[in-house]
Nanobody, 126 residues
Framework: QVQLVESGGGLVQAGGSLRLSCAASGRTFSNYAMGWFRQAPGKEREFVAAINWTGGNTYYVDSVKGRFTISRDNAKNTVYLQMNSLKPEDTAVYYC???????????????????WGQGTQVTVSS
């Protein structure tokens, strides 16, 4: 089992920044690929960003490319999502997810992940 706890969400004006953190516990964090997803009211859960187990490969949904950065610190068992130039359409509950994988590739579908955090609310006002 892996436990994931997100933090760092909040209310920010359009154009502002937030950094989300996801702290993992329970297993060897460095063996897990990680992803960030988001879900807005009335919408399906959407892939945002993913990073492989070494941190050497990342992938983003087109709508956040150039604005968001995913990173990980295996010594701290934490994955981050730096969000800059935030837009009202980024408003959602953000979830981190984990899957045991030592592949170079990353996973973009939610069904590929086995463990999920409880989510953190991000609200961007216009």
């Amino acid at each position: 089992q892996v436990q994931l706890v997100e933090s760092g969400g909040g209310l920010v004006q359009a154009g502002g920044s937030l950094r989300l953190s996801c702290a993992a516990s329970g297993r060897t964090f460095s063996n897990y690929a990680m992803g960030w997803f988001r879900q807005a009211p009335g919408k399906e859960r959407e892939f945002v960003a993913a990073i492989n187990w070494t941190g050497g490969n990342t992938y983003y949904v087109d709508s956040v490319k150039g604005r968001f950065t995913i990173s990980r610190d295996n010594a701290k068992n934490t994955v981050y999502l730096q969000m800059n130039s935030l837009k009202p359409e980024d408003t959602a509950v953000y979830y981190c997810a984990a899957v045991l994988s030592q592949r170079r590739t990353v996973l973009t579908g939610p069904r590929g992940y086995d463990y999920w955090g409880q989510g953190t609310q991000v609200t961007v006002s216009s």
